[in-house]
């Protein structure tokens, strides 16, 4: 049964660093792409990163382009998401996916989110 579990969420000042992490369980994780998503209250999950199986490729959303960066340990079995210089409308659950994904699409799995909460 594969889990993912997301961590390192919380309340933040604007301007302000977080490090998310997603511990992943129940199959190879180093054979899968690994993404971070999220959805804001009244608004639709979108995407913010996402890397390759072996760490060399990644994928970003424009509105996070030079502030996150993402990563992972695969002799872990866990995914990083470094999010600085952090702006309130980054205010949401956070999310991370695992699959033989295309950047944006073909995640099997996800975790139950954890609340990032940037304030003003």
């Known amino acids: 049964q594969v889990q993912l579990v997301e961590s390192g969420g919380g309340l933040v000042q604007a301007g302000g660093s977080l490090r998310l992490s997603c511990a992943a369980s129940g199959r190879s994780f180093s054979r899968y792409t690994m993404g971070w998503f999220r959805q804001a209250p009244g608004k639709v999950r979108e995407f913010v990163a996402a890397v390759a199986w072996s760490g060399d490729s990644t994928q970003y959303a424009d509105s996070v382009k030079g502030r996150f960066t993402i990563s992972r340990d695969n002799a872990k079995n866990t995914g990083y998401l470094q999010m600085t210089s952090l702006k309130p409308e980054d205010t949401a659950v956070y999310y991370c996916?695992?699959?033989?994904?295309?950047?944006?699409?073909?995640?099997?799995?996800w975790g139950q989110g954890t609340q990032v909460t940037v304030s003003s």
């Open positions: 996916a695992e699959g033989l994904a295309a950047w944006i699409d073909g995640y099997d799995y």
